[in-house]
């Protein structure tokens, strides 16, 4: 069976994410003055073959310490769909 | 009132998704062989200044369409936690 596994993986919240604060500041020069923060990290699809929903998120899960996230920069969550 | 807003860029379902091909390759290289498909993704929380939930979707669409997905590219999901 096929299951489509999401992957959230966002900067540690206690780091400085450089990329949100650019956003930020491009949000600013827009005019749009009413956001506060902004961070950014990734969101990964993964369509992952198991024979049922834990065997899948066992997949993921090996999937995001081996090689999605750095755990020393970045958490992830993982859902299915 | 702070709003958190979460967006979700996604490339286009039709569209060739290369980072999340090499994430694929990857994860077969370390011996991860039930994945079936990656896509690869941008995620974004906002913390927006606003009266009312509408009011902080309004702000995330506007800076979903000016800045953060491209059109001919991607697509975006906004939600609010």
Do not use: C, W
Not at 31 to 60: F, P, S, Y
């Amino acid at each position: 069976m096929i299951f489509t596994v999401q992957i959230k993986v966002m900067p540690l919240k206690d780091l400085l994410d450089p990329q949100g604060k650019a956003v930020l500041g491009g949000l600013e020069n827009l005019g749009i003055n009413n956001v506060t923060d902004v961070r950014i990290g990734k969101h990964i699809d993964l369509q992952i073959e198991a024979e049922n929903k834990d065997a899948a998120i066992a997949t993921a899960t090996e999937a995001a310490k081996k090689l999605l996230a750095n755990p020393v920069m970045e958490v992830y969550e993982i859902s299915v769909s």
